[in-house]
């Protein structure tokens, strides 16, 4: 196990930032929470907002498959990989949902960072999985940069959704002056 071993300290940092980002999240939820909702923006938030939580959320799990004590790496790559495999399938649903939603259209970089970036991190999940079973130990570095990758992606997202509600709509707030 030390393949997984000499990773501890990586999973330590990003599943941290993972938790501390998702409880940001929240705040920064509650804080929007008294301004007007627009007909579709409950679509919207679940196209856009809870993909965000969801991917932190992996990060976090994938960091505690990763610095969990596991007596064979086998053991973490089947639980990484059923990450990654639900992970695609969640992938499909917010296509679903971006495609569904009429408040907003989306553009490029909406479809790069809330579809094909996160679908590309839980691939190399699953593809991992089953890589590392055919003996590669440099496979681990492919799930590393899959947890930066949804880590980053995440960042992108929530600060893209702080700066929309601030500056595309602002003054949307109900009730207040």
């Known amino acids: 196990m030390t393949a997984l071993a000499a990773w501890q300290n990586f999973y330590v ?48 799990l994938l960091s505690g498959i990763m610095t969990a004590p596991w007596s064979q790496q086998n053991s973490a790559a089947i639980a990484w990989g059923i990450l990654g495999l639900a992970g695609i399938v969640y992938e499909f649903i917010v296509l679903r949902r971006m495609r569904m939603q009429t408040a907003y259209r989306p553009e490029f970089e909406d479809w790069l960072f809330h579809a094909w970036l996160p679908f590309a991190a839980y691939a190399a999940l699953a593809v991992s999985a089953y890589v590392i079973r055919l003996g590669d130990p440099d496979t681990v570095f492919a799930v590393g940069a899959a947890a930066l990758l949804l880590l980053f992606v995440g960042i992108h997202n929530a600060w893209d959704a702080v700066t929309y509600h601030i500056y595309v709509k602002p003054g949307a707030s109900s009730g207040s002056q």
């Open 13 to 60: 940092i990003v599943g941290s930032a993972a938790g501390a980002l998702i409880g940001l999240q929240f705040v920064v939820i509650t804080l929007i929470a008294n301004r007007a909702v627009g007909a579709g923006q409950a679509q919207a938030g679940a196209a856009f907002a809870s993909p965000t939580v969801v991917h932190f959320a992996a990060v976090l």
